[in-house]
């Protein structure tokens, strides 16, 4: 059971170039979550998916999509970079039921440099 | 809307030190509450969490009880290590289902030797 994982760990762009990060979980989670976390914002909240083939906006969607096309990925596009998306990126997933309800598992983090 | 607050840090203490880190929140009906610890260079990882008020929970020698009078879930520990360094999150879930988690803004701990 490898959880959440994230791939790539670490990436450099260019400012204008795109990329996608891509977010995988095995643990059957129906809720998939991005976040960006820059030092002394905490987390905040990128989009989300409460199932397949849906996504939702979150606090700080602009610069920023995503899709879900499969139950265990979720894939979080930059279309064209810029040096403010330069942060470290978190996926997460979450049990939403049974006696592990609402607990979030992350995975290990991208970290972005957009020069 | 539902929040969570919690102290600032970054929070210093010796080894052995007692620690508490405050978290207070705002939210309607009855949340679950929960902390998350973050090691360097690490994702977040569950730490304890409690369902319902007067719930304590623990875990690795932490504790916080849901103490719904006062809104609040601090976090505590009685005899802080080296390894215990890390940034703490509070977070809250107000149970709905599609609701995201609600984060706190972290409080980064250092434990000297």
């Known amino acids: 059971n490898a959880g959440v994982t994230q791939t790539p760990k670490f990436r450099v762009l260019k400012t204008g170039q795109s990329m996608t990060l891509l977010c995988a979980q095995d643990?059957?989670?129906?809720?998939m979550y991005w976040y960006r976390q820059d030092p002394g914002m905490g987390l905040r909240l990128i989009h989300y998916s409460v199932g397949e083939g849906t996504t939702a906006k979150g606090e700080v969607p602009d610069g920023y999509n995503v899709s879900r096309l499969k139950k265990q990925n979720f894939l979080l596009g930059l279309e064209s970079a810029a040096p403010s998306q330069t942060s470290v990126y978190f996926c997460?997933?979450?049990?939403?039921?049974?006696?592990?309800?609402?607990?979030?598992?992350f995975g290990p983090g991208t970290r972005l440099t957009v020069t | 809307g539902n929040s969570v607050t919690q102290m600032e840090g970054p929070v210093t203490l010796s080894e052995e030190a007692f620690l508490t880190i405050n978290c207070t929140y705002t939210?309607?009906?009855?949340?679950?509450l929960f902390w998350y610890v973050q090691y360097p260079g690490e994702g977040l990882q569950l730490l304890l969490k409690a369902t319902k008020a007067d719930d304590k929970g623990s875990n690795k020698g932490f504790e916080a009880t849901y103490r719904k009078e006062t809104t609040s879930f601090h976090l505590e520990k009685g005899s802080v290590q080296v390894s215990d360094s890390a940034v703490y999150f509070c977070a809250l879930s107000d149970n709905s289902g599609n609701t995201p988690l609600v984060f706190g803004k972290g409080t980064r701990l250092s434990v000297i030797a």
């Open positions: 939210a309607t009906g009855y949340p679950s």
């Open positions: 643990m059957n989670h129906e809720y």
């Open positions: 997460a997933s979450i049990l939403t039921g049974g006696l592990r309800r609402n607990e979030q598992y």
